[in-house]
């Protein structure tokens, strides 16, 4: 599926099952982007830290959570990746959100667009 490919507004309503998996595209789209900045921590982590697998997945998921790292931080290339990857990853944050809900203000701004014509 095409993600970019939405209805015009001067086409048709998309029907409620298109809809939803629409949605689930944008969805999975987010999670991946979420995975996929969740592994550049657990690398990160482990590569100026020296942490193990399940520390680096800790910290690097309490950071993307807005919690803050869970470890002391040792080394200063530690301490610039964490608060490097905590500004990524409040960017993040909103660029999944906005993905997740770009078919749904799309959907809300083509209904109003359709009820205004009539």
């Given at each position: 599926?095409?993600l ?13 099952k298109e809809?939803?998996k ?13 995975l996929l900045?969740?592994?550049v ?5 482990m ?6 697998l399940i ?9 993307m959570g807005g919690m803050?790292?869970?470890?002391v931080?040792?080394?200063s290339g530690g ?9 990524y990853?409040?960017?993040i944050?909103?660029f ?7 078919p749904?203000?799309?959907?809300l ?9 009539e």
């Open positions: 599926m095409v970019h490919n939405l209805e015009h507004r001067a086409e048709k309503l998309l029907p409620q809809f939803y629409r949605l689930m595209w944008f969805g999975l789209l987010s999670l991946g982007i979420i900045s969740l592994g921590g657990i690398l990160g982590y590569s100026f830290e020296g942490q193990d520390d680096a997945f800790l910290n690097a998921a309490m950071l803050g790292p869970v470890n931080l040792n080394t301490k610039i990746f964490a608060g490097l990857y905590a500004m990853c409040g960017f944050l909103i999944s959100v906005a993905i997740f809900m770009t749904i203000f799309h959907r701004l083509h209904r109003f667009h359709l009820e205004g014509r």
